[in-house]
């Protein structure tokens, strides 16, 4: 079964530059999300998307930004990076069900490195 | 303020043994509570997951207990075995609340001795 991809794998940059992360939701997925993992950390949600609108808003500093597109695949961007930003990324993808609660999928991350 | 709290932060258990993580929730509008288990450079994977409408969900080993007036869940992994090492997340949200996402415990490395 086809699962949530992300790219890059892994990610250094230098402080001050700017890294875009991409994620590609399961196939009819039409919800993305993207959480934030620090090292012995639990995940922080970010942000979502629900039918390429931002839906909900988590601890995503100014820096950041995202979107998701017509294919619903969704790009992070992180500019002025600081050294704080080293983390894993992880996007999820869900199909949005009108009653209950639609199961995240993850993605198996992205690491950002930044020197 | 962590909405969901969990413990214990580590937990060692021996093979064949039971093991038992606990998570207390603040907010009432939560009414979907998964877990999920998580191995060293993976991404989170569900695991099991249930709604405060039932009280125990079992899939195979693993069993959830709620209990709505407490506002707490367990995760009990039952003949725990050296391959379910790993860090266990619980995690809340409200379903109606459209794309909300998770809010997650800080996390129990469990390690299963052989």
């Known amino acids: 079964a086809a699962g949530v991809i992300q790219s890059p794998r892994h990610l250094i940059k230098e402080k001050r530059e700017t890294a875009t992360l991409k994620c590609y939701p399961i196939p009819r997925h039409d919800t993305v999300y993207w959480y934030q993992q620090g090292p012995g950390q639990d995940p922080q949600f970010l942000i979502s998307?629900?039918?390429?609108?931002?839906?909900d808003k988590g601890s995503i500093p100014d820096r950041f930004s995202a979107q998701q597109f017509s294919d619903y695949h969704s790009e992070l961007n992180m500019s002025s990076l600081e050294l704080g930003d080293s983390a894993l990324y992880f996007c999820?993808?869900?199909?949005?069900?009108?009653?209950?609660?639609?199961?995240?999928?993850f993605g198996a991350g992205s690491r950002l490195t930044v020197l | 303020q962590q909405q969901v709290k969990q413990s214990p932060q580590s937990l060692i258990v021996q093979k064949g043994g039971i093991s038992i993580i606990n998570c207390a929730y603040e907010?009432?509008?939560?009414?979907?509570f998964p877990w999920y288990q998580q191995f060293p450079g993976k991404g989170p994977a569900l695991l099991i997951a249930i709604r405060p409408d039932v009280s125990e969900k079992k899939e195979g080993r693993f069993t959830i207990s709620f209990n709505k007036s407490a506002k707490q869940f367990s995760l009990h992994i039952m003949d725990s075995q050296p391959g379910d090492s790993a860090t266990y997340f619980c995690?809340?949200?409200?379903?109606?609340?459209?794309?909300?996402?998770?809010?997650f415990g800080k996390g129990t490395h469990l390690i299963i001795q052989p």
């Open positions: 995690a809340a949200r409200n379903s109606g609340g459209g794309a909300d996402g998770l809010t």
């Open positions: 907010n009432t509008a939560f009414d979907y």
């Open positions: 999820a993808s869900s199909f949005m069900a009108t009653f209950g609660a639609n199961v995240l999928t």
């Open positions: 998307f629900y039918e390429k609108m931002q839906s």
